[in-house]
């Protein structure tokens, strides 16, 4: 066991009208495009839809399908099947426990730290970022930890592979009942409410967007398109679904990204193991050493 406090089940028995062969493909398939173990998910509905858009793509039956994607790892098909197998949950301020940890200690350390440097260049991602609650999150504590923030040079980079997830969160449109979590004054703040729409939807302040950078990354490439060190890295509730190589490959490179005393955040059901590279400090967080 390497991240997951997660035990794999019993080896998935394929349900009716899908066979074992084409269920070995779809887990080869999943894990080397994705690093995902398929049994950590639960498969009725995942083989539901890709039914569905099997029939869509015009292609004969799953194994031809499969088969297809296979050998054609460029073509746009693999947007679709991206987006069916990625599980986007997530919500504003999420682990409230650790967000308030980020708010209260680490951002206050780093923006410290920084400071006796005379350094204001401050990077951080937020991979599997979804929707993009979380990206605008982290812009929240951003604006009100560091002000004037016009004295800093801060940008966030939110990433996923589902590409449909990453317009929305662009857009940053959100309906009432998602924003429970945040308080009320950083309502007024960041949030201005739409009531042309059925329900009422909040629209993210511009603020918020100029300081993040979505774009498409996916963590299984073996180097990430990005040319900086980061100071803080969330990666939360998505190593889970990663089989233990996957998972130990993914923490080697966001360590080779971070910078000396950076934060690594992982989600509460996910273990680092012990590591001369990390330290742990509360809440699943991990920090590198400052020399």
């Not at 991206?82 to 680490?106: A, D, G, N, P, W």
């Not at 940053?172 to 409410?193: A, C, I, N």
Request: include cysteine.
């Amino acid at each position: 066991m390497y991240l997951s406090e997660m035990q794999p089940g019993p080896k998935t028995v394929p349900p009716r009208n899908v066979s074992s062969k084409e269920l070995d493909l779809l887990s080869q398939i999943v894990e080397k495009r994705l690093g995902m173990d398929l049994n950590r998910r639960r498969q009725e509905r995942l083989l539901q839809m890709l039914e569905k858009r099997v029939k869509e793509s015009g292609r004969k039956d799953l194994m031809d399908y499969l088969n297809f994607v296979d050998f054609s790892p460029d073509h746009p098909e693999w947007r679709y099947l991206e987006e069916i197998l990625t599980i986007q949950k997530t919500e504003f301020f999420r682990e409230s426990s650790q967000m308030t940890y980020l708010q209260e200690e680490i951002l206050p350390e780093i923006k410290a730290r920084k400071s006796s440097q005379n350094q204001r260049k401050i990077r951080i991602w937020s991979c599997g970022c979804s929707t993009g609650e979380e990206a605008y999150s982290l812009s929240i504590l951003i604006h009100e930890i560091f002000q004037p923030l016009s004295e800093w040079d801060i940008k966030i980079l939110a990433s996923d592979v589902h590409r449909q997830a990453l317009e929305t969160a662009r857009k940053g449109h959100y309906p009432e009942d998602s924003l429970k979590t945040v308080k009320d004054d950083w309502m007024k703040r960041y949030f201005q409410e739409n009531h042309s729409d059925s329900e009422n939807v909040y629209f993210v302040a511009d603020i918020l967007k100029q300081i993040i950078h979505f774009r498409p990354i996916n963590l299984m490439d073996k180097r990430y398109p990005v040319k900086t060190l980061f100071d803080i890295i969330l990666c939360r509730n998505l190593l889970i679904y990663m089989t233990a190589l996957s998972q130990e490959q993914i923490i080697g490179r966001f360590r080779s990204l971070l910078e000396p005393g950076g934060y690594l955040l992982l989600g509460h059901s996910e273990y680092l193991p012990d590591r001369r590279d990390f330290q742990r400090n509360k809440f699943n967080v991990f920090q590198t050493p400052l020399n």
